[in-house]
């Protein structure tokens, strides 16, 4: 029986970040890129019934684009600490121990570690590109094996196809009450859940905000529903990531409302939640943006989303309703 390896190179990634390699993150052009590449899989019934990447920050953040724009979810992912770095060696060991019931894995790793690992593993010689790459940013090869995982060596592979994103559509296909249409980003970008994280001072609720990404305004957490999640998660999960706090999520939402983006309207269920622990600097993944507890009258001023202002005096109410 014959299996599928793809195997994808991390996105672009963003130098200008001061960090080490390892946490080097993804800059837009690597987010898109790894966006196009799920899409284009899904669209062509290519999922992967198993994924593997590189632990590298700009390694993860591409496997977990990929795999939401499949419509999978970010925790189905293995990561493996052999392929930051990797040579063909340690990738040829990870692709070996790829357990024996997956049909299909894709590979999530760097350069030059890929590229040998495609060279050594494809039987025929690779046509050489105009540019000289063989596995540019983003890019997935997709090998046909007719062996075993365990049994994987040098030629044993066909190549299928060799995928730029720069070959794909710039646009994502969405469905939606209007019908089907093509939008700037995959349909579930457009449906978020945002929070509304609270805590009670002596009788009297407080409201935490924090600055936006490039730190212009004050916003609540707020973010992308992502698949395999229901609205109650992603909003906790946005709460821990940009506040850098955990607690209890309202089981309903304070209400919603809607604003335009990526070409089409994005809806947002807004929850409240209940500051149960603040998280230290350290253990904050978005700690550069800054938070502030305030009153939930200088949270309305104060607060860029003023569609949230309506549904802070509607907490405020309830929460001194019950004190």
């Not at 925790?75 to 299909?104: F, H």
Request: aromatic fraction near 6%.
């Amino acid at each position: 029986m014959s299996r599928e390896l793809l195997i994808l190179r991390h996105g672009k990634s963003d130098w200008d970040v001061d960090v080490d390699d390892y946490h080097r993150p993804l800059m837009e052009r690597g987010r898109r890129g790894a966006l196009q590449i799920g899409a284009w899989l899904l669209q062509h019934n290519l999922v992967p019934d198993y994924v593997v990447s590189s632990p590298a920050e700009r390694a993860i953040a591409t496997a977990e684009k990929a795999v939401k724009a499949m419509g999978l979810k970010a925790a189905s992912i293995s990561r493996d600490e052999r392929i930051y770095a990797a040579g063909l060696s340690a990738l040829m060991d990870v692709v070996r121990a790829t357990p024996t019931e997956v049909k299909r894995l894709m590979l999530v790793g760097h350069n030059p570690g890929v590229e040998q690992l495609l060279n050594y593993l494809v039987r025929e010689d690779i046509a050489e590109t105009d540019d000289g790459k063989l596995l540019p940013t983003a890019t997935i090869a997709r090998l046909i094996l007719d062996c075993e995982w365990s049994k994987a060596g040098a030629g044993c592979a066909q190549l299928d196809s060799i995928t730029r994103p720069k070959s794909l559509e710039e646009q994502f296909p969405f469905t939606g009450p209007g019908g089907s249409d093509f939008r700037d980003r995959p349909d579930f970008y457009y449906t978020q859940s945002s929070v509304i994280p609270y805590r009670m001072q002596q009788g009297k609720p407080e409201i935490l905000v924090i600055s936006s990404r490039k730190r212009k305004h004050l916003i609540v957490p707020k973010g992308i529903l992502d698949p395999g999640l229901t609205p109650q998660q992603a909003a906790a999960k946005e709460a821990r990531e940009e506040a850098g706090v955990e607690g209890i999520v309202g089981a309903e939402p304070l209400g919603q409302y809607s604003y335009e983006k990526w070409g089409g309207v994005c809806t947002v269920d807004v929850y409240p939640m209940e500051v149960t622990k603040v998280l230290s600097e350290a253990e904050w993944a978005e700690n550069y943006r800054g938070r502030s507890w305030l009153s939930p009258g200088q949270a309305a001023k104060k607060l860029n989303q003023k569609e949230l202002v309506p549904l802070l005096e509607q907490l405020a109410a309830q929460l001194t309703g019950k004190t």
